[in-house]
């Protein structure tokens, strides 16, 4: 069974400053990874998704993540931080062929000026 | 470039009572979900469908029920609102479910339901 844990709920960053929001996975074969983020009162935006093509996935707004098989792991970062990026950021993993996805618990991203 | 709509987009229920949360999409995708949003959590399943005519259980199914009549159209029916149920719903439709990267999910701006 696939499952996903974002290790940290909550992270606090200054503008300007690198981004690193951190995800595990579990899955008993080659998974498909997706960052979603979701800004107060909106709903989801993919960011990026990974699918077994190259292990470093770039998405938007300078957003990237490298599937990591080794450490079962695929976190997010960006080199420097705006203040639009605060938001709600969630590490989803798709179960098979039905595209279920499965959403870890959230990590709240907060940007300080 | 509607994508996927949801009404109403707010709704306050009182325990018993029934209502059908609307979802339709405009891309012609065959997979449509609903999902809830509990306070701090992710999001759950509640039901899928991988076409018209077709849907199946997701993680969290009892209190709710659904039907796809047409390929664009996947409404979210409550029976008798309970306060568990209150929560954020939100629909999301895919072209596919397979690894070829087709299956990204859209989702809708959701609705914000409130059972007292």
């Not at chain 1, 490298?66 to 179960?95: G, Q, R, W």
Request: hydrophobic fraction near 35%.
């Amino acid at each position: 069974a696939q499952s996903v844990t974002q290790l940290d709920s909550h992270v606090s960053v200054s503008e300007g400053t690198p981004v690193l929001l951190r995800c595990n996975y579990s899955s008993s074969y080659s998974p498909s990874l997706f960052w979603y983020v979701q800004h107060p009162n909106k709903g989801l935006q993919l960011l990026l998704k990974y699918t077994s093509a190259a292990t470093l996935v770039k998405g938007i707004n300078g957003f990237e993540a490298e599937f990591k098989k080794s450490e079962t792991s695929f976190h997010l970062t960006k080199p420097s931080a705006h203040m639009s990026d605060a938001a709600e950021y969630f590490c989803v993993v798709s179960s098979g062929n039905t595209g279920k996805l499965i959403f870890g618990q959230g990590t709240t991203l907060q940007v300080k000026p | 470039n509607a994508g996927v709509t949801q009404t109403p987009k707010f709704r306050i229920l009182k325990i018993g009572q029934s209502m059908t949360l609307q979802c339709a999409q405009d891309m012609n995708h065959n997979y449509m979900y609903w999902y809830r949003q509990d306070p701090g959590m992710g999001l759950k399943l509640i039901y899928y469908s991988v076409g018209a005519g077709i849907t199946d259980k997701g993680e969290v199914p009892n209190g709710y029920n659904v039907s796809r009549s047409t390929t664009e159209d996947f409404p979210l029916r409550l029976e008798l609102a309970a306060p568990s149920q209150t929560s954020v719903y939100f629909c999301a439709s895919s072209y596919s479910a397979s690894g070829s990267g087709e299956n990204i999910q859209y989702f809708g701006a959701g609705t914000r339901l409130s059972v007292l």
